[in-house]
């Protein structure tokens, strides 16, 4: 139903991919391989929503990414019928992503970012920030997994909550970075993120 009422499948599934991760940037084989459909489909659609406003490209080591515009008028009423968000007591529309629903395995996950290769945002210095009690083993293969999936090498960083704790308290720096970076929030059990 959603595809007729906005016209196009790609176009729903490109919605739902750039809602669902908003201030992670993708470039089209990727996008491509994540909902899968055909690149000639794909470019047309990025070309209707980029000439509407709704997404931005910037060119980053000589590939063209594409991000969900936060500044565009009509962001929070799509972000909330495209990005899987709660509303005031009502059960989210999507499913959570992949990303989340595999961390769940991992161990008891209380938060999870993405940053740096993710949202062209090298500040951080990683790429994935876990925070919990985790299995390490079954960590590193979600780690080789999620490599394998980007085709990229992921920095990332695991700790457990009391340390994360102590070290935003005595204003670590590489707490403080990560926090300012730009970043997407796979998980935040207790809002952790946002305090």
Do not use: C, W
Not at 87 to 110: H, I, R, W, Y
Not at 121 to 137: K, M, P, R, Y
């Amino acid at each position: 139903m959603i595809e007729q009422l906005f016209g196009s499948k790609t176009r729903v599934k490109l919605l739902q991919l750039f809602y669902s991760n908003p201030n992670r940037a993708f470039y089209v084989r990727e996008i491509t391989r994540k909902i899968d459909e055909q690149i000639n489909s794909v470019r047309r659609e990025l070309a209707n929503l980029l000439s509407i406003g709704i997404i931005t490209s910037d060119t980053t080591n000589n590939r063209l990414y594409y991000e969900v515009n936060q500044q565009y008028n009509y962001y929070d009423p799509l972000l909330l019928i495209f990005g899987g968000k709660a509303v005031a007591g009502k059960a989210a529309a999507n499913p959570k992503t992949d990303e989340q629903t595999e961390l769940k395995s991992v161990g008891n996950v209380e938060v999870a970012i993405f940053t740096g290769q993710f949202t062209r945002d090298e500040q951080s210095g990683i790429d994935f920030l876990v925070i919990g009690n985790v299995n390490q083993h079954k960590l590193e293969k979600y780690i080789s997994e999620l490599e394998a999936q980007e085709n990229k090498e992921i920095r990332y960083t695991v700790m457990p909550l009391a340390e994360f704790e102590y070290r935003r308290q005595i204003k670590d720096g590489f707490i403080a970075k990560v926090l300012t970076s730009k970043k997407q929030v796979l998980v935040d059990k207790h809002n952790i993120i946002e305090k």
